[in-house]
T-cell receptor, first 115, second 112 residues
Framework: DAGITQSPRHKVTETGTPVTLRCHQTENHRYMYWYRQDPGHGLRLIHYSYGVKDTDKGEVSDGYSVSRSKTEDFLLTLESATSSQTSVYFC??????????????FGPGTRLTVL | KQEVTQIPAALSVPEGENLVLNCSFTDSAIYNLQWFRQDPGKGLTSLLLIQSSQREQTSGRLNASLDKSSGRSTLYIAASQPGDSATYLCAVGGVNNNDMRFGAGTRLTVKP
Protein backbone atom coordinates (compact mmCIF):
# COMPACT_ATOMS: atom_id res chain seq x y z
CA ASP A 1 0.00 0.00 0.00
CA ALA A 2 1.11 3.52 -0.76
CA GLY A 3 2.24 5.36 2.35
CA ILE A 4 -0.64 7.77 2.87
CA THR A 5 -2.09 8.70 6.24
CA GLN A 6 -4.92 11.05 7.08
CA SER A 7 -5.63 12.73 10.39
CA PRO A 8 -7.91 12.83 12.16
CA ARG A 9 -9.80 9.75 11.01
CA HIS A 10 -13.02 10.92 12.60
CA LYS A 11 -14.12 14.38 13.68
CA VAL A 12 -17.33 15.91 14.96
CA THR A 13 -17.52 19.68 15.01
CA GLU A 14 -20.06 22.46 15.20
CA THR A 15 -21.27 24.80 12.48
CA GLY A 16 -19.08 27.86 12.13
CA THR A 17 -15.89 26.37 13.55
CA PRO A 18 -12.70 26.06 11.49
CA VAL A 19 -11.47 22.56 10.71
CA THR A 20 -8.17 21.36 9.25
CA LEU A 21 -7.61 17.90 7.84
CA ARG A 22 -4.11 16.62 7.20
CA CYS A 23 -2.79 14.28 4.55
CA HIS A 24 0.74 12.92 4.87
CA GLN A 25 2.60 10.84 2.29
CA THR A 26 5.91 9.02 2.39
CA GLU A 27 6.12 8.33 -1.37
CA ASN A 28 7.59 11.68 -2.44
CA HIS A 29 4.85 11.96 -5.09
CA ARG A 30 4.40 15.31 -6.80
CA TYR A 31 0.61 15.36 -7.01
CA MET A 32 -1.78 15.37 -4.07
CA TYR A 33 -5.58 15.59 -4.15
CA TRP A 34 -8.48 16.13 -1.80
CA TYR A 35 -11.84 14.52 -2.62
CA ARG A 36 -15.13 14.29 -0.81
CA GLN A 37 -17.46 11.32 -1.09
CA ASP A 38 -21.20 11.70 -0.58
CA PRO A 39 -24.10 9.32 -1.25
CA GLY A 40 -25.65 10.11 -4.59
CA HIS A 41 -22.67 12.21 -5.75
CA GLY A 42 -19.77 9.79 -5.70
CA LEU A 43 -16.30 11.25 -5.30
CA ARG A 44 -15.69 14.85 -6.27
CA LEU A 45 -12.40 16.72 -6.44
CA ILE A 46 -12.07 19.65 -4.04
CA HIS A 47 -8.50 20.89 -4.62
CA TYR A 48 -5.26 19.44 -5.83
CA SER A 49 -1.57 20.29 -5.65
CA TYR A 50 1.10 19.81 -8.30
CA GLY A 51 4.03 20.82 -6.12
CA VAL A 52 5.04 22.71 -3.00
CA LYS A 53 2.97 25.90 -2.81
CA ASP A 54 1.30 25.02 -6.15
CA THR A 55 -2.41 24.31 -5.84
CA ASP A 56 -5.53 24.59 -7.95
CA LYS A 57 -9.28 24.28 -7.57
CA GLY A 58 -11.37 21.25 -8.34
CA GLU A 59 -15.04 20.75 -9.02
CA VAL A 60 -16.32 21.63 -5.52
CA SER A 61 -13.81 24.07 -4.04
CA ASP A 62 -16.18 26.65 -2.52
CA GLY A 63 -15.77 26.83 1.27
CA TYR A 64 -12.42 25.03 1.25
CA SER A 65 -8.81 26.14 1.15
CA VAL A 66 -5.60 24.12 0.95
CA SER A 67 -1.93 24.53 1.65
CA ARG A 68 1.18 22.56 0.81
CA SER A 69 4.36 23.82 2.44
CA LYS A 70 6.19 20.48 2.19
CA THR A 71 6.12 17.72 -0.41
CA GLU A 72 4.76 15.23 2.11
CA ASP A 73 1.90 17.26 3.62
CA PHE A 74 -1.32 18.59 2.09
CA LEU A 75 -3.76 20.38 4.38
CA LEU A 76 -7.45 20.95 3.74
CA THR A 77 -9.13 23.72 5.74
CA LEU A 78 -12.79 24.44 6.17
CA GLU A 79 -12.73 28.08 7.24
CA SER A 80 -16.22 27.99 8.77
CA ALA A 81 -17.74 24.52 8.68
CA THR A 82 -21.33 24.06 7.52
CA SER A 83 -23.62 21.04 7.73
CA SER A 84 -23.34 20.60 3.95
CA GLN A 85 -19.65 19.81 4.48
CA THR A 86 -20.49 16.68 6.44
CA SER A 87 -18.83 14.02 4.33
CA VAL A 88 -16.02 11.53 4.03
CA TYR A 89 -12.83 13.20 2.84
CA PHE A 90 -10.17 11.29 0.93
CA CYS A 91 -6.64 12.30 0.10
CA UNK A 92 -4.94 10.81 -2.95
CA UNK A 93 -1.47 10.98 -4.47
CA UNK A 94 0.15 10.26 -7.80
CA UNK A 95 3.63 10.67 -9.19
CA UNK A 96 2.25 12.24 -12.35
CA UNK A 97 5.10 11.11 -14.56
CA UNK A 98 2.78 9.72 -17.22
CA UNK A 99 1.56 6.25 -18.09
CA UNK A 100 0.91 3.84 -15.24
CA UNK A 101 2.55 6.28 -12.81
CA UNK A 102 -0.56 8.45 -13.12
CA UNK A 103 -2.37 5.91 -10.95
CA UNK A 104 -3.93 7.64 -7.99
CA UNK A 105 -3.48 6.06 -4.57
CA PHE A 106 -5.94 6.87 -1.84
CA GLY A 107 -5.68 7.35 1.89
CA PRO A 108 -8.07 5.72 4.40
CA GLY A 109 -10.38 8.73 4.63
CA THR A 110 -11.60 11.15 7.30
CA ARG A 111 -15.23 11.08 8.37
CA LEU A 112 -16.30 14.63 9.24
CA THR A 113 -19.62 15.45 10.87
CA VAL A 114 -20.71 19.07 11.21
CA LEU A 115 -23.56 19.54 13.67
CA LYS B 1 -18.61 18.64 -18.29
CA GLN B 2 -17.66 14.97 -18.19
CA GLU B 3 -20.40 12.70 -16.86
CA VAL B 4 -19.56 9.15 -15.79
CA THR B 5 -22.26 6.53 -15.37
CA GLN B 6 -22.01 3.02 -14.01
CA ILE B 7 -24.67 0.43 -14.60
CA PRO B 8 -25.91 -1.56 -12.77
CA ALA B 9 -25.81 0.16 -9.39
CA ALA B 10 -25.80 -3.21 -7.68
CA LEU B 11 -25.14 -6.75 -8.81
CA SER B 12 -25.40 -10.10 -7.02
CA VAL B 13 -23.90 -13.25 -8.52
CA PRO B 14 -23.08 -16.76 -7.34
CA GLU B 15 -19.46 -17.68 -6.73
CA GLY B 16 -17.56 -18.82 -9.80
CA GLU B 17 -19.51 -16.75 -12.28
CA ASN B 18 -17.77 -14.49 -14.81
CA LEU B 19 -19.17 -10.97 -14.78
CA VAL B 20 -18.91 -7.60 -16.50
CA LEU B 21 -19.22 -4.17 -14.95
CA ASN B 22 -19.98 -1.24 -17.21
CA CYS B 23 -18.81 2.37 -17.24
CA SER B 24 -19.85 5.02 -19.76
CA PHE B 25 -18.63 8.59 -20.17
CA THR B 26 -19.86 11.51 -22.23
CA ASP B 27 -16.64 13.18 -23.43
CA SER B 28 -14.25 10.99 -25.41
CA ALA B 29 -11.32 13.41 -24.93
CA ILE B 30 -9.90 11.57 -21.97
CA TYR B 31 -6.38 11.16 -20.60
CA ASN B 32 -6.89 7.82 -18.91
CA LEU B 33 -9.45 5.66 -17.15
CA GLN B 34 -9.04 3.91 -13.83
CA TRP B 35 -10.98 1.19 -12.09
CA PHE B 36 -10.98 1.16 -8.30
CA ARG B 37 -12.32 -1.13 -5.61
CA GLN B 38 -13.76 0.23 -2.36
CA ASP B 39 -14.58 -1.93 0.64
CA PRO B 40 -17.12 -0.60 3.19
CA GLY B 41 -15.63 2.13 5.36
CA LYS B 42 -12.32 2.01 3.52
CA GLY B 43 -10.42 4.03 0.96
CA LEU B 44 -10.12 3.22 -2.72
CA THR B 45 -7.73 0.61 -4.07
CA SER B 46 -6.54 1.04 -7.65
CA LEU B 47 -7.16 -2.04 -9.79
CA LEU B 48 -6.27 -1.05 -13.34
CA LEU B 49 -5.34 2.08 -15.26
CA ILE B 50 -5.86 2.29 -19.02
CA GLN B 51 -4.17 5.10 -20.89
CA SER B 52 -6.15 6.82 -23.63
CA SER B 53 -3.98 5.15 -26.30
CA GLN B 54 -4.64 1.65 -24.96
CA ARG B 55 -7.56 -0.69 -25.54
CA GLU B 56 -7.26 -2.94 -22.50
CA GLN B 57 -5.31 -3.86 -19.39
CA THR B 58 -5.18 -7.11 -17.48
CA SER B 59 -4.27 -8.02 -13.93
CA GLY B 60 -4.88 -11.54 -12.74
CA ARG B 61 -8.60 -12.32 -13.02
CA LEU B 62 -9.39 -8.73 -14.01
CA ASN B 63 -9.52 -7.32 -17.51
CA ALA B 64 -10.50 -3.77 -18.32
CA SER B 65 -11.28 -2.53 -21.81
CA LEU B 66 -11.61 0.98 -23.20
CA ASP B 67 -13.50 2.18 -26.27
CA LYS B 68 -13.11 5.95 -26.41
CA SER B 69 -15.16 6.42 -29.55
CA SER B 70 -18.24 4.93 -27.92
CA GLY B 71 -17.45 6.35 -24.47
CA ARG B 72 -17.39 2.97 -22.76
CA SER B 73 -15.23 0.84 -20.52
CA THR B 74 -15.88 -2.58 -19.08
CA LEU B 75 -14.32 -4.43 -16.16
CA TYR B 76 -14.42 -8.19 -16.60
CA ILE B 77 -13.98 -10.34 -13.50
CA ALA B 78 -13.35 -14.02 -14.15
CA ALA B 79 -14.32 -16.80 -11.76
CA SER B 80 -15.73 -14.47 -9.13
CA GLN B 81 -15.07 -15.15 -5.44
CA PRO B 82 -16.79 -13.93 -2.25
CA GLY B 83 -13.70 -11.83 -1.56
CA ASP B 84 -14.49 -9.84 -4.70
CA SER B 85 -17.54 -8.38 -2.95
CA ALA B 86 -17.04 -4.61 -2.86
CA THR B 87 -18.03 -1.45 -4.67
CA TYR B 88 -16.25 -0.94 -7.98
CA LEU B 89 -15.68 2.62 -9.17
CA CYS B 90 -14.75 3.87 -12.59
CA ALA B 91 -12.89 7.20 -12.89
CA VAL B 92 -12.12 9.13 -16.05
CA GLY B 93 -9.10 11.42 -16.16
CA GLY B 94 -9.40 14.65 -18.16
CA VAL B 95 -6.76 15.84 -20.58
CA ASN B 96 -4.54 17.10 -17.75
CA ASN B 97 -5.36 14.14 -15.50
CA ASN B 98 -6.16 16.49 -12.64
CA ASP B 99 -9.84 16.64 -13.35
CA MET B 100 -10.80 13.06 -12.57
CA ARG B 101 -14.52 12.31 -12.66
CA PHE B 102 -15.93 9.33 -10.84
CA GLY B 103 -18.95 7.18 -11.44
CA ALA B 104 -21.24 6.36 -8.53
CA GLY B 105 -20.03 2.76 -8.52
CA THR B 106 -21.42 -0.75 -8.81
CA ARG B 107 -21.90 -2.64 -5.55
CA LEU B 108 -20.98 -6.27 -6.21
CA THR B 109 -21.99 -9.16 -3.97
CA VAL B 110 -20.59 -12.60 -4.71
CA LYS B 111 -22.52 -15.30 -2.85
CA PRO B 112 -20.75 -18.49 -1.70
Amino acid sequence: DAGITQSPRHKVTETGTPVTLRCHQTENHRYMYWYRQDPGHGLRLIHYSYGVKDTDKGEVSDGYSVSRSKTEDFLLTLESATSSQTSVYFCAISSGLGGVTDTQYFGPGTRLTVL
Amino acid sequence: KQEVTQIPAALSVPEGENLVLNCSFTDSAIYNLQWFRQDPGKGLTSLLLIQSSQREQTSGRLNASLDKSSGRSTLYIAASQPGDSATYLCAVGGVNNNDMRFGAGTRLTVKP
